[in-house]
């Protein structure tokens, strides 16, 4: 890990999940997003206890464990520090075995719920222009990885997209990264390319984004949509269960898959499944104890 200048008082901790930092005039800090595992927390305050930033403040970008569950640290090493997250992810910071219930759709088996009880946040985030620290940072809702995911823009117009926007190499390693609503997905990224900043960060890889270079990485990412909307919609000429269709996907795109990795693609697949019923364009029936989905045109 390492502590990286983007712009005037705003930084990042380049990590597996990379943080936002800001530091303000009085040694104070912010971090966005809070990374995976407590030993990933500890490397990320030895930084920033090396630059001599205090934490006080921690906005979560959403609920996803790598994003948050440091916070559970943080929280513990700095008493003083305060969480904010989005209002809308709001229900899975009090309650995260609904991240392990969404994968399993009932009560998750034991390794999809490494989650804890609840992460304790003290604000919760409205989009808009907010004051902390006597700084303004915008939040701009970005929905379709979550349904809360948000950005922020920090007082030096560097803007932190989370997981709203996959890195080349996400896509080149996973194939089909973690969606949840396809169509709010494609209208953010569609979005991005409009938000006023001048230098972007994606938690995964890739490093800081000029303005200019964004709409590429947004096609890039719009593009893979297409190709697995094309793929599924290949696979759906003869009717298939999620089921069959994860397993087609996954053979097809030589994709690896362990429990959670499993249940990641079958989420993603369902989100394809949901936006391609709405756009009228695969139909579903139930035969003999099973759900099957077809190509309808
Ligand atoms: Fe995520």
């Known amino acids: 890990m390492?502590?990286?200048?983007?712009?005037?008082?705003?930084?990042?901790?380049?990590?597996?999940?990379?943080?936002?930092v800001y530091l303000f005039n009085n040694g104070d800090c912010l971090l966005i997003d809070s990374c995976f595992t407590k030993s990933q927390a500890l490397q990320m305050d030895k930084i920033l206890k090396?630059?001599?930033?205090?934490?006080?403040?921690?906005?979560?970008?959403?609920?996803?464990?790598d994003h948050c569950r440091g916070n559970l640290y943080f929280q513990e090493a700095y008493p003083e520090c305060k969480v904010y997250a989005s209002e809308k992810e709001r229900p899975f910071m009090e309650n995260p075995y609904l991240l392990g219930a969404i994968f399993f759709s009932a009560s998750p088996l034991k390794h999809l719920n490494p989650a804890p009880l609840s992460f304790p946040v003290d604000h919760y985030l409205e989009p808009g222009i907010h004051k902390i620290g006597?700084?303004?940072f915008k939040v701009i809702p970005l929905p379709g990885h979550t349904r809360g995911h948000i950005g922020i823009v920090t007082p030096d117009r560097v803007c932190f997209l989370g997981d709203s926007l996959f890195s080349r190499q996400v896509i080149r390693k996973y194939s089909l990264p973690y969606l949840f609503d396809l169509?709010?997905?494609?209208?953010?990224?569609?979005?991005?390319?409009e938000i006023d900043a001048d230098h972007f960060l994606i938690s995964h890889e890739?490093?800081?984004?000029?303005?200019?270079?964004?709409?590429?990485?947004?096609?890039?990412?719009?593009?893979?949509?297409?190709?697995?909307?094309?793929?599924?919609?290949?696979?759906?000429?003869?009717?298939?269960?999620?089921e069959q269709l994860?397993?087609?996907i996954s053979l097809n795109n030589n994709?690896?898959?362990?429990?959670?990795?499993?249940?990641v693609i079958q989420t993603t697949v369902?989100?394809?499944?949901?936006?391609?019923?709405?756009?009228?364009?695969?139909?579903?029936?139930?035969?003999?104890?099973?759900?099957?989905?077809q190509h309808s045109m």
């Open 50 to 65: 090396e630059n001599d930033f205090n934490l006080r403040y921690i906005i979560n970008t959403h609920t996803h464990l």
């Open 206 to 242: 890739e490093g800081v984004i000029a303005s200019k270079d964004l709409p590429d990485l947004v096609n890039y990412n719009l593009a893979n949509i297409e190709k697995f909307q094309k793929q599924i919609l290949s696979l759906l000429q003869q009717p298939l269960t999620k």
């Open 134 to 136: 006597g700084q303004p």
């Open 246 to 248: 994860v397993k087609e």
């Open 2 to 20: 390492e502590l990286m200048k983007i712009n005037g008082n705003t930084y990042y901790i380049k990590a597996p999940t990379n943080a936002g």
């Open 270 to 293: 369902s989100a394809f499944l949901t936006y391609l019923n709405q756009k009228g364009l695969i139909a579903y029936t139930l035969d003999e104890g099973r759900l099957y989905f």
């Open 183 to 193: 169509e709010e997905s494609i209208k953010t990224l569609h979005f991005l390319p």
């Open 255 to 263: 994709i690896a898959l362990n429990l959670v990795e499993y249940h």
